[in-house]
């Protein structure tokens, strides 16, 4: 394994806790705060956003972590692994965010 290797496997696996952290105090322990623009007056009904938002987010996390265990296991390909993992996030963005909108007030 080569150094910069390493670096990306530490870098994901450090993200996917930070992930996973965050996804749990907003659904489990409902820390709204952390939600970037979180307005309580928009909000129809706040148990179901923190459970959308901190889910989604925890499954990022998951996501985090299994592309640097496949980094590890496979390293030959890498390309692939990151490509997966980009388009990955940026689907769950997407559905963190039209998923949201479920929870607005009317």
């Not at 530490?10 to 322990?29: D, E, Q, W």
Request: charged residues 10%.
């Amino acid at each position: 394994m080569n150094k910069s290797t390493a670096i990306l496997e530490f870098t994901l696996a450090g993200m996917g806790l930070l992930f996973l952290l965050l996804g749990y105090l907003i659904k489990y322990k409902k820390k709204m705060n952390l939600i970037a623009g979180y307005d309580p007056t928009q909000i129809a009904d706040k148990d179901g956003l923190a459970n959308w938002m901190g889910g989604v987010t925890i499954v990022m996390g998951s996501i985090l972590m299994l592309s640097a265990l496949a980094l590890h296991y496979f390293p030959g390909h890498q390309t692939f692994i990151m490509n997966t993992f980009i388009a990955s996030i940026l689907i769950g963005c997407v559905t963190m965010v039209v998923g949201s909108y479920r929870y607005k007030a009317k």
